[in-house]
């Protein structure tokens, strides 16, 4: 199995962590020297002090936290945020806070989740036409909802 090297950017930073067995996710937290205050309808990069290595064929997907997302109003301006696997720099979060109350990012605070998953190259040609389907051109709410 290929294995994801991780390297701490900063004395203070935490490593990525399943919270759980059978997790998706390892949960990323905030690398901060203090508390850093969110306010409504801002966004921040926020810092991990993390840099990975994925091998070849594979992404690091940047998600938001459901409990942060329910609780607080807080998302992932960019979600899924994708690390690709020749990005050797940090990983930082773009947070935004669509609550009306201003929200505190604590040093250490688990703010978003890094699924691994693997990418399937495929060549791309174009083409003049392209086959019909039962959907077609159906977009956003062609069946209802």
């Known amino acids: ?5 991780f390297r701490r950017l900063s004395p203070t930073a935490l490593a990525p962590l399943k919270m759980t067995e059978h997790a998706a ?11 850093v205050t969110l306010q409504p309808l801002e966004r921040l990069s926020i810092s991990t002090g993390l840099a990975i290595a994925l091998p070849e064929g594979f992404e690091a997907q940047i998600r938001p936290r ?11 301006l960019n979600s899924p945020g994708t690390v ?12 935004f806070n ?9 040093p250490g605070m688990r703010i978003a989740q890094m699924v691994i ?17 039962e959907r077609n051109a159906g977009g956003f709410g062609h069946t209802g909802y």
């Open 1 to 5: 199995m290929p294995v994801v090297r």
């Open 25 to 35: 996710g390892y949960d990323l937290a905030a690398d901060l020297p203090s508390p």
């Open 66 to 76: 459901s409990g942060l997302a329910l609780k607080h109003g807080i998302g992932i």
């Open 84 to 95: 690709d696997a020749d990005y050797r720099g940090e990983i930082r979060v773009i947070l």
């Open 98 to 106: 669509l609550s009306q109350e201003p929200f505190v990012i604590e």
């Open 117 to 133: 998953a693997q990418v399937v190259a495929m060549p791309l040609a174009e083409s003049d036409s392209l086959n019909e389907t």
